[in-house]
């Protein structure tokens, strides 16, 4: 199993907690993010560094894959 460094768990952290928003949404239409910090510019950075943690977690999954074959 690979060590995962200090980025990936700020990563995972960040998508877990992107998830349990995406599924409050789905349930009880309920968006934490726009309810604690409002609408407005600093809504969409949260959105583009979930979407940053979420590639980067897919591309070190892509790449530990093709290193182990």
């Known amino acids: 199993m690979k060590k995962i460094g200090f980025l990936g768990w700020i ?8 998830a349990i928003d995406w599924g409050l949404i789905g ?3 309920i968006d934490l ?12 950075i949260v959105f583009i560094v979930v979407g940053v943690a979420g590639a ?6 892509i790449f530990a894959k093709t ?3």
């Open 11 to 18: 990563c995972q952290l960040i998508v877990i907690v992107a």
């Open 27 to 29: 349930i009880f239409k």
């Open 33 to 44: 993010v726009t309810k604690l910090l409002g609408v407005g510019d600093i809504v969409r």
């Open 56 to 61: 980067y977690l897919l591309l070190d999954l």
């Open 67 to 69: 290193k182990k074959a």
